[in-house]
């Protein structure tokens, strides 16, 4: 499928009926498959044949969409996993371990700053946060011999940095360090990382990508851009894993899927279910039309936003006075998708006001589907954190985070403006 445009990789990746077979891939809602004799079995534990032997490590319907997604990235594999935090969990634990360190942009999703923040460093994984406005040399000065990876988001929920790429592919470059990119909030169809220097790619496929609110679902992109061949920093790619029995994943075709596989799949199983596979592949047969409306709705919402007089600021790139404005016609020239923040003038009541007086734009938790939708973090998914820590991720308290839909942008537009109204 190398060859054909992203739209229509959308439509067609993944899937590829023989004669009968239905058009679509069917939901093999089965934990386990038949096998009639114990070698070719055998072979597929080996990993020396492909063949599906068990759900928890691989599955046709999930299988389908794994490659279609990665065909959108370009990449060698995809791996599905539970969610788009399992997607993050995983691929951590894939390369980092006790005593390692990680380089992560302190404006990243809440649950991601709190799996990075709290719960990797308990199992003794430090993670060093980084500003992503901050000079190269100073995030240089953070990386050491046990530093294992660098992440950050193309587009960061919600404080809405755009990741600049170049700086972070050069440092990783020189340092010979894998480079991960969380491309959740613009998708393939407004930015392939493997075009600027990352090497996995991950998301949270319940936003855009499945796109209807309707499945969660995460998934891994090795780009197989990576050397770890008898790379210092990475022992764990170079010994043999005894645990399979006595693998060298650097000597494979894929090191970073099949070690993600083997051994995280295998031993935390927070696998994709083959309903949720099955739904997101359906989803994404749109993905390619709807952001292009995603992003033409949200151009729109900014603009009309950005003139305003009770809202104080308006965070989108397609704005001209935008910190990233530049940044972001260099890396997403197709548009920035449909997420946006903008603060209230006024406290915390005013923006529950706000909130309150929406009709057709719902309060949810999600973002990123065909519907719009708001959310007010300091008082739902950032609660957690400190007046620091929300500061530090780039959410002042009267941040409103505004998730234009695929509605017609005059009813959106009518809907803020009566809102707007009652404040
Ligand atoms: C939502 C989100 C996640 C987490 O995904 P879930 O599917 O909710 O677990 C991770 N990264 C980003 C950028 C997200 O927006």
Not at 119 to 145: M, N, Y
Request: proline share 4%; with cysteine.
């Amino acid at each position: 499928m190398k060859d054909y445009k992203l739209d229509t990789l959308c439509v067609q990746a993944g899937w590829s009926p023989k004669t009968g077979e239905s058009r679509i891939p069917p939901v093999c809602q089965s934990t386990t498959f038949f096998y009639g004799d114990s070698q070719a079995m055998a072979d597929c534990f080996d990993l020396k044949s492909d063949g599906y032997f068990y759900s928890r490590l691989a599955n046709p319907t999930v299988a389908a969409f794994e490659n279609r997604v990665a065909a959108l990235d370009g990449g060698l594999c995809a791996i599905g996993c539970a969610s788009g935090m399992s997607a993050v969990t995983l691929a951590a634990l894939t390369i980092a371990g006790s005593g390692d360190n990680i380089l992560c942009s302190q404006s990243v999703y809440g649950g991601t700053f709190n799996l990075f923040g709290t719960t990797l460093p308990k199992l003794g994984i430090e993670c060093r946060f980084f500003d992503p406005d901050d000079s190269a040399g100073h995030i240089e000065s953070l990386i050491d011999e046990k530093t294992k990876f660098v992440i950050a988001e193309t587009i960061a929920n919600p404080s809405m940095v755009v990741l600049d790429f170049g700086k972070l592919s050069a440092i990783c470059k020189k340092h010979e360090l894998v480079f991960m990119v969380d491309n959740t909030l613009t998708t393939p169809v407004l930015c392939r990382p493997k075009e600027f220097g990352a090497d996995i790619v991950l998301y949270s496929t319940s936003k855009y990508m499945e796109g209807h609110a309707a499945a969660l679902g995460g998934m891994i992109v090795d780009l197989g851009t990576f050397n770890f061949k008898n790379n210092p920093r990475y022992p764990a790619f170079n010994v043999p894993d005894e645990s399979y029995h006595g693998l060298v994943y650097a000597d494979l075709a894929v090191p970073f899927g099949t070690k993600c596989r083997a051994q995280m799949i295998r031993d935390m199983g927070a696998i994709m279910s083959p309903m949720n596979a099955y739904l997101s592949f359906l989803g994404c047969d749109t993905l390619a039309l709807r952001m292009e409306r995603h992003c033409e709705n949200a151009n729109k919402v900014a603009a009309f936003l950005n003139g305003h007089p009770k809202v104080e600021w308006v965070k989108h790139p397609s704005l001209a006075d935008n910190k990233y404005h530049d940044i972001a016609k260099k890396y997403l020239p197709k548009g920035c998708g449909g997420m946006l923040s903008f603060g209230i003038k006024g406290n915390i009541d005013k923006c529950r006001a706000f909130m309150e007086a929406l009709e057709l734009i719902t309060q949810e938790t999600h973002v990123a589907d065909v519907r719009s939708c708001v959310l007010h973090p300091a008082s739902t998914t950032h609660r957690q954190l400190s007046e620091h820590e929300l500061e530090m991720a780039g959410v002042p308290a009267n941040l409103v985070r505004l998730s234009v839909g695929i509605e017609n942008a005059e009813d959106i537009i009518a809907d803020l403006e009566r809102a707007l109204e009652r404040v």
